[in-house]
């Protein structure tokens, strides 16, 4: 089963004036455009994502919709609990993952936790592969998703996500 980990976009700067509730702190609006982008060159490389779970903070949301948009068909977003801060998104993952399934899930939520996900996926515990806001991997799992279950396919930085995004952009403006 392919698993995508991807970290929120870049939001505001926590401030407890302006966020009582750090759970509602939202995209910026420069992260938004950037996240847009990457969002495109992540569907360049993933053409088919089949299903979006994302954590219940305002940023992730936020990134699951534009992830989504990115995708004709968009596919469906889940609000996940576990995927939030400090959350067990392994356990909520191996509870739905089933082997054979080839259904494309994307995880959408923050560090340190998608970082040390995707290192227990692939390596077991005490290993991290922290993603870089807008940032994404995929991970293969065989079977139950569990330790060291699964295989790093590929890991890419924000930057790498926006500048085949921009690509996208412009060809598609050129065949209008």
Not at 83 to 103: F, I
Not at 109 to 121: K, Q, S, T, V
Request: hydrophobic fraction near 40%; charged fraction near 25%; aromatic fraction near 4%.
């Amino acid at each position: 089963m392919p698993i995508l980990l991807l970290r929120h976009g870049p939001a505001g700067n926590a401030d407890p004036r302006r966020y009582p509730d750090d759970r509602e702190r939202a995209l910026t609006s420069l992260g938004k455009k950037r996240t847009r982008r990457a969002m495109r060159g992540l569907a360049s490389f993933e053409p088919v994502v089949d299903r979006v779970w994302t954590s219940p903070l305002v940023r992730a949301r936020e990134t699951a919709a534009l992830l989504a948009r990115a995708y004709d068909p968009p596919p469906p977003i889940t609000v996940i609990e576990a995927l939030g801060p400090g959350g067990d998104a392994l356990a909520a993952l191996a509870a739905e993952a089933h082997a054979g399934v080839k259904e494309t899930l994307v995880l959408v939520g923050h560090e340190p936790d998608l970082g040390l996900l995707a290192g227990r996926l692939v390596a077991g515990p005490g290993i991290a592969l922290p993603l870089k806001k807008a940032g994404a991997c995929r991970i293969d799992l065989v079977g139950k998703a569990r330790r060291g279950a699964g295989t790093l396919e590929w890991f890419f930085t924000p930057r790498l996500l926006r500048r085949v995004g921009k690509g996208q952009a412009q060809e598609a403006n050129e065949e209008e």
